[in-house]
């Protein structure tokens, strides 16, 4: 039997049983002869959920593309994957971001696809779907969905998340009213789209294009922008070409080089700390080897460019309209791989080459950038021995060097009870822990990690203090939030054994986390310490506790590691007896 080049012929082009039965099935739906002439499959995996409001708008997303593929002469077929609404799932998507690879693995391991168009925008969606894609290493395109126009309330401009915590804040210092709340939060999410501050999502879609996974200038167009539909189509015509070409495949876009320049691009846009985690997962899917010390020495050497909320002034489409990703990746590219290639077959040199700045305030050139370091930081240290983050570029300065006394929470419903406590001896110099909030303690490691600081604090003007935790914050959160603490405490890490009043010292500036108390007294801790019973006994959760890496090597399921290609005689054999 013959093998075609094109793999969905192994199913659409044979003469013989199985042939007969895959046309007539999809004919069923209204499909011509003319689909299936031998030209190339385009699967496109849609995230589109109305639990995923990120992600409502998707299905016109779809359309674009389709309209882009048949005009190029490919064959698109839309399919679902599962979706991943943050705010709405709990504990939190992050619990089931490696389901979602595994089905978007899985979806287009078992389809006749040549090409995939991967349709994502909340913040968990884009490395899921970029993680299965990484280990089938189809040839694949991402769309995300886009940022959310700015919110307006008054005269005031709000970006979801990181205003809706200072809101909050003031509400909970009484600052505030429940009517003003109220009103703000009419006027705070006011179209489709992901956050449309430099959040998780905004994050992520700025990776995928710093990786070359995207066609240029993905990551900001705004999500009810008409150029978001008009990109859209075009990835459809590219992914028919990608199909006829045979690539490029994922596995010749994420190299060692992209993820550099990918971790460069974070770095310059004060990008969110979940990128580490997410980057980590990928590159493990990918099969470049990367480090939390690799983050640490590229953020060293990348000066800081965007000023976007949290870690600066403007919004999103501010940043859509002063040029985009591809003027970050133009200022930067002494310090990239600019020969790295992309899915558009150009290199990131020649797609950013005639990028314009038309707004030097949003986006600083190289020379005058708003810090000479990257946005995020890597910490070592007797508390971490396998690493945390912080991020250096939403944190208070006179924070950042910082020594006290620790305030324990033995986990998140702890902290819920007690953060107001009047009695719960607590003050600005206090150094606030919580544990149990890491991928297994959680379970799934939630975006616990901003923890609110006491009612009295706020009252008396206090905005910030140091938190630490194994748990992760929203990108869209500020402050001196140490997160990521690895290993975590739910496993016995040394953030089991901290205790109030413990001392505890950060010093950012030269990358340690210090928890000052003897070896021999953790040691008498460590063996009276007991681990708790699991969350889970059965089901996916189970699967998760049992396989789930720590946060130092992206969350990932041990056993997904490492690229599995499929193979086009893997679609060649019989499904009929």
Not at 330 to 349: D, M, Y
């Amino acid at each position: 039997m013959t093998t075609h080049t094109l793999r969905s012929r192994n199913w659409f082009g044979r003469m013989d049983l199985d042939g007969f039965a895959t046309r007539s099935w999809l004919k069923t739906e209204g499909f011509s002869d003319l689909m299936f002439d031998g030209r190339p499959v385009i699967g496109i995996a849609n995230s589109w959920s109305e639990l995923t409001n990120c992600n409502a708008h998707l299905r016109q997303v779809a359309e674009a593309v389709k309209r882009g593929a048949l005009s190029a002469g490919g064959f698109p077929l839309e399919f679902p994957t599962i979706s991943l609404g943050e705010v709405l799932m709990k504990p939190t998507t992050m619990l089931f971001r490696n389901l979602m690879a595994m089905d978007v693995e899985e979806c287009i391991r078992a389809y006749p696809l040549d090409a995939v168009v991967l349709l994502s925008g909340c913040d968990k969606t884009t490395p899921a779907m970029l993680m299965g894609a990484a280990s089938a290493d189809v040839p694949a395109i991402i769309v995300t969905g886009g940022p959310m126009l700015r919110g307006k309330w008054r005269q005031e401009e709000l970006g979801s998340g990181t205003d809706l915590w200072r809101l909050w804040a003031e509400r909970r210092a009484g600052r505030l009213t429940d009517e003003e709340l109220c009103e703000a939060e009419s006027c705070m999410s006011r179209s489709s789209g992901h956050c449309m501050v430099m959040g998780t999502a905004s994050t992520m879609a700025s990776m995928v294009e710093a990786l070359g996974m995207t066609l240029p200038g993905n990551a900001a167009i705004p999500a009810p922008d008409s150029r978001r539909l008009a990109q859209a189509e075009l990835a459809g015509r590219r992914a028919v070409e990608m199909a006829k070409a045979g690539g490029p495949k994922p596995s010749e876009i994420l190299t060692a080089r992209a993820f550099d320049n990918a971790i460069r691009a974070l770095m310059a846009v004060g990008g969110s700390t979940n990128a580490v985690i997410h980057l980590l997962a990928v590159a493990g899917r990918a099969g470049v080897p990367l480090t939390l010390a690799r983050f640490d020495e590229l953020s060293r050497t990348t000066p800081f460019l965007l000023n976007l909320r949290p870690s600066g002034k403007y919004l999103m489409e501010d940043f859509f309209y002063a040029g985009g990703l591809p003027v970050v990746l133009k200022e930067l590219l002494p310090l990239l791989h600019a020969e790295a290639p992309t899915v558009n077959g150009r290199s990131i040199a020649d797609n950013v080459r005639d990028a314009h700045c038309w707004n030097d305030d949003v986006i600083r050139p190289l020379g005058v950038p708003l810090a000479s370091e990257g946005g995020l930081a890597i910490l070592t240290g007797n508390l971490c021995p396998d690493g945390a983050v912080i991020k250096v570029s939403a944190a208070s300065p006179q924070l950042l060097t910082h020594r006290g006394r620790a305030v324990v929470f033995e986990d998140h419903a702890d902290l819920h009870e007690r953060i107001d406590d009047p009695k719960l001896p607590i003050d600005e110099h206090s150094v606030l822990v919580l544990k149990q909030v890491g991928p297994k303690g959680a379970p799934g490691m939630p975006e616990w990690g901003a923890a609110p600081v006491p009612a009295r604090l706020l009252q008396r003007g206090v905005k910030d203090m140091v938190r630490i935790s194994d748990a992760r914050m929203s990108g869209t959160s500020y402050g001196t939030v140490v997160l990521h603490v690895a290993p975590e405490s739910a496993v016995g890490g040394p953030l089991a054994l901290v205790r109030d009043g413990d001392e505890i010292e950060l010093d950012a500036p030269r990358r340690t986390l210090t928890l000052r108390v003897g070896d021999e007294e953790l040691a008498k801790r460590k063996a009276v310490w007991k681990p708790r019973p699991p969350h889970f006994a059965r089901g996916y959760g189970r699967l998760f506790l049992d396989h789930v890496l720590q946060a130092n090597e992206g969350c990932d399921f041990d056993y997904l590691r490492g690229r599995t290609p499929v193979r086009f005689e893997d679609s060649a054999g019989p499904s009929h007896a």
